[in-house]
């Protein structure tokens, strides 16, 4: 089997944010509906960064003639618009994204979401943003309606542990934890 040049296994300790890989959404300002994640990288993570800007490239590279479209010249790579992004300054403030880098993937099709033991997740309770995993993710040239760069698709998903979910959701379990019993007889009394 070869490998494609425009396909990255990020590292294990990627987060997984706004993640919607249970029902296809409809992106904001309308258009096909889409399953969607971001993959939030540690910057410690060199391995995973490196491979995914290798993948950039190749994309680019690739995407030669797409890029191009009707004009006499191809962009060159960085004046176009690529989905690896610092989260220290485009999600300054927001916890989550310091010290990382994130990237956006979605696709029309549903992601394989596989457990540690690559066994498929059923439950979807176990899919929340915040886990941790793997993500099979590949990058390609777009041209679309004068828009022009790199873009990253998802292809599964691997979660490898539960982590602290994000976007400010509690667990049920969370919220009752602490409640004493006894408070609740004068109501039911």
Do not use: W
């Not at 590279?61 to 191009?68: H, P, R, T």
């Not at 590949?138 to 691997?158: D, R």
């Amino acid at each position: 089997m070869t490998k494609s040049p425009t396909k990255v296994i990020t590292g294990p300790k990627t987060i997984f944010s706004y993640l919607n890989v249970n029902e296809p959404k409809v992106p904001m300002g309308g258009g096909t509906p889409k399953y969607s994640v971001s993959l939030i990288i540690p910057k410690s993570d060199t391995v995973t960064v490196n491979k995914i800007k290798a993948a950039i490239k190749a994309a680019y590279d690739e995407g030669q003639s797409k890029l191009k479209g009707n004009s006499k010249f191809v962009p060159d790579l960085d004046a176009l618009k690529t989905p690896l992004r610092d989260g220290d300054k485009d999600r300054k403030g927001d916890a989550a994204y310091a010290n990382s880098y994130f990237v956006n993937a979605n696709s029309t099709t549903k992601p394989g979401v596989v457990d540690a033991d690559r066994q498929d997740i059923i439950d979807t309770s176990e899919l929340y943003s915040g886990i941790v995993g793997r993500a099979s993710i590949n990058f390609y040239a777009y041209n679309s309606n004068g828009n022009k760069g790199i873009a990253c698709g998802l292809n599964n998903l691997q979660k490898l542990a539960d982590g602290t979910p994000l976007g400010g959701h509690s667990r049920a379990e969370d919220d009752f934890a602490d409640l004493d019993d006894e408070d609740d007889e004068d109501f039911l009394g």
